[in-house]
């Protein structure tokens, strides 16, 4: 969780328009945006999101908040599906299969470090979880 609240501020914060690039999302070299064209501002906001994000997964991790850590996979398995659903639909290109990817991945992963970690508890601690 920490881990991953880092890299969320930290992307967000230092290269937002990085992920556009690699995502297959950026201008052609030497182009400009037409106007009206709002993608820095989406980018702004998403960049904004993606710190708020970061913090809050940072805060939940060290304050050991199993409660929050549940909650993030059914909504990360969630944004893996749209957003592979929008690859595949033609809405987004084919780079942005890997934020879906992340996020899948990201919830099996919490998914199954909190079961090992309900498993590895003393009885005593299940039954006050």
């Known amino acids: ?7 969320a501020a930290t992307l967000g914060l230092v290269a937002p328009d990085g992920l556009l690039t690699v995502m297959g999302f950026a201008a052609p070299e030497g182009s400009r945006r037409a106007d009206g064209d709002h993608t820095l501002v989406f980018v702004t906001a998403s960049s ?4 708020n994000m970061g913090v809050y997964y940072v805060l939940a991790a060290l304050s050991d908040w ?14 893996c599906t749209v957003f592979t659903l929008a690859v595949i639909g033609g809405r987004a290109p084919a780079g942005f ?4 990817l992340w996020e899948g991945l990201g919830a ?22």
Request: charged letters at 20%.
């Open 66 to 79: 199993k409660a929050f850590f549940r909650w993030t996979v059914p909504f990360r398995l969630l944004t």
């Open 108 to 129: 099996l992963l919490t998914a199954a470090a909190l079961r090992y970690e309900a498993r590895r508890a003393p009885v005593a601690d299940r039954a006050g979880a």
């Open 97 to 100: 299969l890997g934020v879906g």
């Open 48 to 51: 904004m999101a993606a710190v």
């Open 1 to 7: 969780m920490a881990v991953f609240g880092a890299l």
